[in-house]
């Protein structure tokens, strides 16, 4: 089995920084593409940013030019540096990774349970 687990989350004025972490754990033989997504009440989830497993990244062209994506492979862990805060980014933001695990022939999607980020003065 495999766990995501987010956190970082909390409330921020304008203007604000924030930095979310995911740690995956389980039977992880590798992770392949792994990323943030979020959603607000009323609204369908969306894409963040993601980063594969060489360092390549993706941005939302709302976020491109004030967050940031990273990951650390030995902790399997991924983390979203999110400066220049605005109430538009207030949502429950996810983790997902794409995970091959031990006993596994091919990669599968995995989803964390959210953390909640709030911009609000």
């Known amino acids: 089995q495999v766990q995501l687990v987010e956190s970082g989350g909390g409330l921020v004025q304008p203007g604000g920084s924030l930095r979310l972490s995911c740690a995956a754990s389980?039977?992880?033989?590798?992770?392949?593409?792994m990323g943030w997504y979020r959603q607000a009440p009323g609204k369908e989830r969306e894409l963040v940013a993601t980063i594969t497993s060489g360092g390549s990244t993706n941005f939302a062209d709302s976020v491109k030019d004030r967050f940031s994506i990273s990951r650390d492979s030995a902790k399997n862990t991924m983390y979203l540096q999110m400066n220049s805060l605005k109430p538009e980014d207030t949502a429950l933001y996810y983790c997902?990774?794409?995970?091959?695990?031990?006993?596994?022939?091919?990669?599968?999607?995995?989803w964390g349970q959210g953390t909640q980020v709030t911009v609000s003065s």
């Open positions: 389980g039977s992880i033989f590798s992770i392949n593409t």
């Open positions: 997902n990774a794409v995970i091959h695990l031990f006993n596994h022939a091919t990669y599968d999607s995995y």
